[in-house]
């Protein structure tokens, strides 16, 4: 009742169970993933104005480049009795048009998460295996691996401002920063 006044809008939109939510670098947009598909929406009509289907099921992760050129949703399957294995994929806005797969690996996915430059695209991998604990970092000029990481258990990675730190949480009650 207190904030009635500042409230300009309401929107309810049935989903399936939400796993990553992200805007749009302008603020136009808000994506939102359950594990089958991503669902954008227009924040100004509060109408859905379209669905992404990724190739791959099991989405954890989804994250817009702060230059608003890329989506890029990640998935993880698997156990830790089978193993994990991510995919990542990639679409091209304005229009959010698929390019495809970009990475797929026997690693189980913990974040991912864009430098402020949008030049970099860092991939976190967790596993009780110690050697398979690790950032990848991706150059986005050519979707290629430029750097490597191993910082122990990631569930948490993020770039400083001006993208020269990140930050990595190990776990629930620690946070690791790095040049």
């Known amino acids: ?28 947009l808000l994506a939102v993933a359950n594990q089958e598909t991503i669902n954008l929406y227009d924040i100004n009509s509060r109408q859905a104005i379209r669905t992404l289907y990724p190739s791959t ?3 954890v992760q989804i994250a817009f480049s702060p230059n608003g050129r890329w989506l890029v949703s990640g998935s993880r399957r698997g ?17 959010w048009k698929p390019l495809g797969i970009l ?5 189980a996915l913990s974040k991912l998460e864009f430098s402020p430059d949008s030049k970099t695209l860092a991939l976190a991998f967790t596993s009780p295996v110690y050697e398979d604990n690790l ?19 990631v569930l948490d990675v993020a770039f400083s ?3 020269r730190q990140i930050a990595v949480a190990p776990n629930r009650y620690a946070i690791r920063f790095w040049d």
């Open 103 to 107: 990475y797929d690996v026997p690693l």
């Open 79 to 95: 156990s830790m009795e089978e193993g994990f294995f991510s995919t990542l994929e990639i679409w091209v806005g304005p229009d």
């Open 135 to 153: 950032i990848e970092f991706l150059s986005t000029i050519n979707w290629q691996i430029i750097e490597q990481l191993q910082p122990g258990t």
């Open 57 to 59: 099921r099991e989405l």
């Open 161 to 163: 401002m001006g993208g």
């Open 1 to 28: 009742v207190e904030n009635a006044a500042n409230v300009s809008a309401l929107a309810l939109w049935n989903e399936p169970a939400v796993v990553d939510m992200a805007w749009t670098p302008d603020g136009r």
